[in-house]
Nanobody
Framework: QLQPVESGGGLVQPGGSLRLSCSAS????????IGWFRQVPGKEREGVSC????????HYADSVKGRFTIPKDRTKNTVYLQMDSLQPDDTAVYSC??????????????????????WGRGTLVTVSS
């Protein structure tokens, strides 16, 4: 089973920044929609951002719009989640998904049975002073 790998999580003070990475071997990320999700224990997983295949567009949850971006580096086969102005409410385990079966981020909806739906194990982001 192909599985992306996240990295870059850690502890950061409120107002700080972190950049998460989602990388993969065995498939080209640019060929797929890539999503970033986050989850806090006891709460539902929340879609944060996504970038469509071939840079056809990006989408953001209202809670992160203006603070997070989702750049891509094709040479490194990596998609990032650049997180600025972090707040304690951003504390969560962040996971990336390649070619998801279901996704709802902002006004963008996706539901399909024909998808790889490959999830990484996640990386913990803690925003605290």
């Amino acid at each position: 089973q192909l599985q992306p790998v996240e990295s870059g999580g850690g502890l950061v003070q409120p107002g700080g920044s972190l950049r998460l990475s989602c990388s993969a071997s065995g498939f080209i990320l640019d060929d797929y929609l890539i999503g970033w999700f986050r989850q806090v224990p006891g709460k539902e997983r929340e879609g944060v951002s996504c970038i469509l295949a071939g840079d056809e567009g990006t989408h953001y949850a209202d809670s992160v719009k203006g603070r997070f971006t989702i750049p891509k580096d094709r040479t490194k086969n990596t998609v990032y989640l650049q997180m600025d102005s972090l707040q304690p409410d951003d504390t969560a385990v962040y996971s990336c998904v390649v070619d998801p079966k279901k996704l709802h981020i902002g006004n963008y909806y996706l539901a399909t049975s024909r998808a790889m739906d490959a999830w990484g194990r996640g990386t913990l982001v803690t925003v605290s002073s």
